[in-house]
Structure formats: structure tokens, C-alpha cells
């Protein structure tokens, strides 16, 4: 670094204005040409949005405007003048190299040196910045820059339909994105309960591809409409495979009640397995009704939500399911409506209200007064996601298509005769007699059988207390219409699973003794 | 004395013997000054121009302001290189025979050569030796000249019968080449009032030879920006055709460019021009000023610029817009 002496400094400081009118001019200069350019596409890019739909051209011409004006700052500032440009700068108004010079000299002090200087000086303290080295304002750039900026506001005022095209596209694709993204939040919801063994791998697969399928319909929708279609096909797809998957968890629940490691049989587990044979029974019968349904794509939406509600509740009654069908408000489906409802009604009639799954209130009325909701609602603490429910209730829908009649037994299975326990003795006797029995399970103390009460043909029904409060308290279904089935699964599931044998005996023995 | 003394007195006096000069030479003020700004840096002069125009005149008067011995060599086709060193005689001395160094016209501050274009090759390289190192050798001694030593030539640019063109080698050694112009019609009746009516004054002596050699010394020292030098350089640089910086006029006219030469004497002719101008810088100016005499005599013209009539002095002029 070169020490300035006294004579620098002046010729420093006297050479700070002439800096500064560099830089002031170096931003006109800049400023002209950004201006001119952005005005440019500015106008072009409106001229071209009154035939072709650019969305916001205006404001993406505003836009442009902006970013001349700061990348000609940015600019300005990027070329900084050095001193030497200053100096070089002051010379062109006729001081004739010597700033340069002086600038050159630096720190020196020799006898020549220091005359040049002061040579410098004089002439730099003489210089009128203003007068000798006036701005250039470059007239024709920003003239130019105005009229294409004219021009621009003009394209911008006429209204045009592409400017309306562009606008319909824009809604279309923001619609688009919406569902897209709603989509892929059920990707990876899919993903996420493929990893944690809720989903096996080919019904994840089944969802995806749907999904995938719904996602390149959306990106190729033209119109609004199309999306609408989209959606509303991706639901019933999902509704449809989410039911099935639904279906199996409930048998599986069931298998695994059936085959459960608690062997303390008492009272109130055969209670609960009764409870969940005849829910079984109530949603393959609405299942069934609904399939035959003629009513539009909302009303079974709202329909499924229904039933969703009662299945995310984990209490799912006839009398409940009566409710949701009677919520159809079409005409034509009002006599399958009714007809369903009926149905239902029968077939819960002869059924207690199934206990409560909330934990505070465990079920403690069911039976006592059928078709009663009572305690449906305090079951909601344990609910899902919106997601979850909506594939459970649609299961519960569905349910009945699969398993059959087997559940009609209670008021039809005399003439019916389809489903688990077709023409079985129990089905007719439980027809004839309206044999009733509870069954509640405990969790904590399945398997031993000191829980079970009652015995098999009881003719009458019963209602447990207990004190033991647990996530899933039960329902009330008929003893016949689960005990056949539970037991061939449970032989099976022990045949296939490790168990001991000894363990394995005490199984058998167990839901011999039930049959 | 202070830098700022000396160089105000310089300036005075440079002032002084121009004007001192102009008492015998009408006109041709840029001719003086270019000669002085030569002398001024140590340099030799070719002054070319038609018979009658003062050349002989004006070095002799320079001579006589600066206070210099002036020698003139008439430059002739039979004109011997002793005749312009001196030469070995043989003189008695003390009874003996003995070789006498006897210097010749060339041992003198300020030398006119005459119409040197007349002397032949050999006669006009005995000029080499003494133009460029300042020291004359005959046999086997060499003998310096007294400083300040400087060769003003001239010659005729119309006879060219009987000449011998200047080789290169000699014309380098010349600082400046000035060419003087006939003189206007104010110019042509000021020479008639001075020459015929008699009506002329003596030009006086200004300063002498010690002064000068001081004056060189302070000029050495004059400050010049690189900006300024690189400019200088590239001006050299772009008289040769070869070089990819050279301009197109350079490059069709234009068979050999200038030496380092030609960019010392344009750096040291520009720093005693811009303290003549009163500055204690060398600005572009002054480069653009001393280019014309600097590099004129320098170029080598092709056959098209020779065939065409292409003069040295438009190609620099050409060469200096193109830089700019």
C-alpha cells in the first residue's frame, strides 16, 4: 500500500466528485439500455398476449420494468469507477494526463514529482466537474425506451379472449396441482401403511397404480370437468380396493380373536365375539342392499361416509346403519333405502346394542335396548385420519358383498340359506328362538375360561359388566354366525401358525367346547 | 536550484532562443521548435526540403543562440570519410617523423552535413560512429567528441540525380526528420525585408552548451503515465506490417516498421515537449506532436505505397486515428 502524502490526498479527494459523476452517469448509461430492453419484452410479451394466452402478461411486463431498474443499479455498482478511471475521466475534460499522472505518482517525492502534483492540483481545483464533464442522458435510448413503454400499457388495456383463456388455464392448472398434490399425500400415506404392514404389498401396488393412473389423468385433463371426473373415478376406485382391504382386516380381527392367545373363556369374551358376528352379519346385509342401490355417485359418497363414521367409531350397529341409509335423500333409492333399512331393523332387532368401545363406558347397556345408539359417539376418541375412515366405512359397505348371506340368518336364513353357516342347525334355532347371547372379550383376559359366560343355545341373552376398560370393546353379533367359521380358521391358523401343542389342545378344546 | 526553478528557466530560455532564432528565420515555427525540442534531447536532425528554404540558415543561427561551435561538411560524391573525421598526418616532431591526429569537420557541438544525400555510402557512414556513440575512430583511436554534439543534415528531396539515398542504418540515428515548407506570402515578404533591405537583427546567444547538457539531464526526469507510454509503444509497435495490432493502412503501404529507436525518441522528444507546453507530465498530446518527425523517416515503403505516391507522413497520421 503506497502511503499518501499531502498532495495525494487533495488529488484523492478532489478526485471523489469525479467518481461520483462517473458512477451517476455509468447508471444513466445503464439504465438506458435495461430500460429500452425490458420495455422491449415487456410490450412484446403483451402484444403477444392478446393472441396467445400468456397468463399475467401484464404483470410479468411490470416485473421485467423492475429488474431493469435494479439490474442497472446492480450494474452500476458491479463497475465501480477505480481512481484511475477518475482521474483518466478528469483528464478528458483537458487536463491533459496529469491526474493520471498524479495518480501514477503515488507516494513519491521527488522534486518533480511533487511539481507535477502540485501542477495537478491546480488544475484540478480549477475544474468546474459539472460544466466540464456534463451527464449524457442519451435522449434517443430513452426515448425509444418510452414508446415501447407506451406501447406496452396500450397492449395491456386491451382486453382480449386469449387474456380470458389464459386465465380459465391458469384455474385448470392451479385445480390440477391441488389434486395432484392430493394425490401424492395418498402415495405416500399408501407407502407409509405399506411399510408398516397395514397394507400388504399387492394391495399397495393396487393403490398406487391407481393413484399413478389418477395422477396422468389429472396431467392431461383439458378442462375443468375432467378433473372433477378424475377425482370422483379415483374415489370409487379407492372406495372399492380400500373396502376389500377393509374386509380382511376385519377377518383378520376376527381370526385373531378366534385364535387368540387368551384361552380364559368366559362370559364376556364370548359376549364380544358375538358382538363382532353379528356387526359382520348387519354390514354384509347393508353391503348387500347397497350393492343393489341405485343412487348417484354422491349419495353413495355420503352414504360411505356414513358408514365410515360407524366403523371409525368401531361400533357398528344395525340400528346405525338403518340411520345412514335413511340419511339417502333420492327418490329412486328411497324404496331400496327403505327397503335396507328394514332390513336392518330386522336383522338388529333381535340384537342388543352393541357395547360401547369407548374405554369409559365399555358397552355396560348393550343388549338391554336394541337397535339403541346409545354410547356410539363415545367410541369417537379412538377414530382415524379422514383417509382411514373413509376406507373402513366403504369396507364395512362392502363387507356384505363378500361374505355372503350368512348374517341374514338371524330373521331370513330359513329360506336364504347362503353364507358361513348355511343350513346349519344353529342358524334355524337361532331364527326360531331368537337366541341372543353377548359375548364380550376381554383383552386381558382372553383365554382364560373363566371369561366366557353362558352356554351354547342359551335362548337367552345376557349382558356383561366389567370393569376392565380397552380400546376395542366388542359387538354384539349372533353366536352362530361366527362360532363355525371362527373355529375352521382357528384350526387353520393353528395348523399353520407355531404354536404348542399343548397350546394348540387347549384351542381345540376351547371352541370345541363352543360348538 | 529547485526543480520548478530550472524548469521555468528552461522554459524561458528555450522561449528566448526561439525567438532569437526567429530574428533570421521567418516562419517555419514548428520546424524551430522540433529542432530545439531535438537538440533538447540529444538528438540529431535530417531537415529536408527544396533549395532557398533557410535550412542552412537555421541551423547556423541555432548554432550562434545556443553558443556552440557549428561546423558544415558539404556533402559531395568525391567527399572522403577523413574529410569528415580528420585524419593520421605525418609532422616533425622533435627531428622525428610522427603520425599527428589531425580531427576532422565532424569534432564540433553542432554539425551541418550538408546536402548529405550527396556524399556516397561510404562517406555517409563515417557519420555513424559519431551520430550515435558521439566518438569518431581512425586506426586504431578512438577519439570522443565534445557534448553537446549533434548532426543537423540536410537534404534536397527533388534532385535526385546524383544522390545517394541515406541508408536505414543512418537514417535511425536521425532523432527527427523536419521538413520545411515553403514559406506563405506574409512568411516570403518578411524573408525579402529581412534579406534584401537589410533590415535583419543578429540573433544573440541564449545559453551554452553546459546548460543544455543540465536542461537533457531534467528532462530524463519528467514523469509520463503508462497509459501514455503503452500509447507510444503501440504507435511503434504498429508500423510494422507484420504485427497483428498494426492498422490496415500500415499493413498494405508499409514494407518495414520503425526500431526502438523511433519509441525513445518519441518518449524523450514528448517529455521535453510537454515541459515546453508548461506541463510536468507527457500527455497523449505531446506522443501525437512528436510522431510525425519521430517515425516519418523510419517507415520502409512498400512497392505499393512507393507506386502510389503514398507519403510516410499520411500512414502515421492514419495509424494515429487509428489508435485513438
Redesign the interface.
Known sequence: MVQRGKYDKRIHKLLRQVRKRQLVQKEIFCLSIYLAVAAGLAFALNLAAISYPIYQAAAYGWYLLGASLLLSCIHTFACWPSEKAAA?CADSAGL???C???V??YGKE????L??KQ??LRHLEKLDAKRALPYQWYLKRFACASLLLAAFLVCMMIPSPAKEEAKRIHALKDQVAEQQELVKDAQELVEEKEKDGTLSRKEAEELKDTLAIARKELSQAKESHDVEKVKERLENKLVKQLAQQTDKELLQKLQKLASGTDLEANSEYQRKLKELADKSHVLKKARKELEGLDVSGAKKKKLTQELEKALSDGEVTAMELSEALESLQDGEAAVARDTIASQLAQGGSGQPSSASPSQNNPGTDSGQSPGNSSGKNAGKAGSKSQGNTSAQSSAAAGQANNAGNGGKQAGNGQNQGGGYNTGSSEGKESSEEAVQESVTVSGKKIGQDGNLTGSRRQGNSRTEKTQQTQGWAGNKVEYGAVVGEYSDKAYARLDQSKVPSQMKDIVKEYFSSLE | M???EK?KELQEKVIRCEEEIAKAIVGQQDVIRQTLLAILTDGNVLLEGVPGLGKTQLVKTIAQVLELSFSRIQFTPDLMPADVTGTNLIVKKDGQNVFQFEPGPVFANIVLADEINRATPKTQSAMLEAMQEKTVTVGKQTYSLPGPFMVLATQNPIENEGTYPLPEAQLDRFLFKLKIDFPTLEELKRIMDITVSGAGEEPSSVMDGSELLEMRKLLQ????????EEYALKLVIGTHPEMGQAPEVVKQYVAGGASPRAAQAIIRTARARAVLSG???????DIDYVALPALRHRLLLNFDGMSEGIEADYIIGEMIKAMK
Open positions: 483518466a491533459q494526463e496529469r493520471t499522472t498524479s501514477e505518482l521527488d522534486e518533480l514529482s511539481l507535477q501542477d495537478t | 529547485a526543480a520548478a524548469i526526469q519528467v514523469p509520463i503515465a503508462q497509459a501514455v506541463r510536468v507530465n507527457v500527455a497523449f498530446e
